[in-house]
């Protein structure tokens, strides 16, 4: 069964130093996303991507975040210059193709990959 | 203000009970998941809902769009489902806001 992977699976660093943690989707997904969850807290949205762009994007996902697809598989994450409170669970995921009827659309249901968990000295 | 809570927070159960998990939320949706993340933090999705009811094993989930109310329902519960269980839903966008999550103890 296909699934979403990411990695690294641990990343620890320096704060102020730059990380990209890296995410390959299903291969016929066209919609992916990054999530990010704090220990003990609940995930939250940072951004979508689609047709090679930023479809939407949260409040967490300042001018330090950027994401890109750099070729036809792969989808990253890079944070420019860590600090502190990046620690945390990174998830990436992705979906297929938008289905729907005139005036009502749905979405399709996201995968998620197994996280990369950030540590940041 | 928490646009999903979930109840309980924490929940203990003796293997074969059935289990239930509450979603309320308080936006309209186009749909709404239900998630399980194991103790090593992955997520893997259970269930995407838009109306009704869906079957899943022994995995029972519903929805009342009117309601704004959603519950997971877990039949025969065994120490494997052992879990944090989140709910999320989806606006009319394509991300996800996520619920706080019940945590769920199944004992032998």
């Known amino acids: 069964e296909p699934e979403v992977t990411q990695t690294p699976s641990h990343q620890v660093t320096q704060m102020g130093q730059e990380v990209i943690l890296r995410c390959v989707p299903i291969?016929?997904?066209?919609?992916f996303y990054w999530y990010r969850q704090i220990l003990g807290q609940k995930v939250e949205f940072l951004v979508s991507?689609?047709?090679?762009?930023?479809?939407?994007k949260s409040e967490i996902f300042d001018d330090q975040f950027s994401v890109e697809r750099p070729d036809g598989s792969n989808f990253t994450l890079k944070i420019r210059s860590t600090k502190l409170e990046d620690s945390a669970m990174y998830f990436c995921?992705?979906?297929?193709?938008?289905?729907?009827?005139?005036?009502?659309?749905?979405?399709?249901?996201?995968?998620f990959g197994p996280g990369t968990r950030l540590t940041v000295l | 203000k928490n646009e999903v809570e979930q109840s309980p927070q924490n929940l203990t159960a003796q293997e074969g009970e059935f289990i239930t998990i509450n979603c309320s939320y308080s936006?309209?949706?186009?749909?709404l998941h239900w998630l399980q993340q194991h103790p090593g933090g992955g997520i893997v999705s259970l269930f995407m809902?838009?109306?009704g009811k869906k079957k899943h094993g022994r995995l029972i989930a519903t929805i009342n769009i009117q309601e704004k109310h959603s519950s997971l329902h877990i039949t025969a519960s065994h120490p494997r489902d052992s879990a944090v269980y989140i709910c999320?839903?989806?606006?009319?966008?394509?991300?996800?806001?996520f619920g706080t999550g019940t945590r769920l103890q199944v004992f032998p």
């Open positions: 995921a992705s979906s297929g193709r938008r289905q729907g009827l005139a005036g009502l659309r749905s979405y399709n249901e996201q995968f």
């Open positions: 291969s016929n997904h066209l919609y």
């Open positions: 991507f689609y047709n090679n762009e930023i479809s939407e």
């Open positions: 936006v309209g949706i186009s749909a």
């Open positions: 809902l838009s109306s």
């Open positions: 999320a839903v989806r606006l009319n966008t394509d991300k996800l806001i």
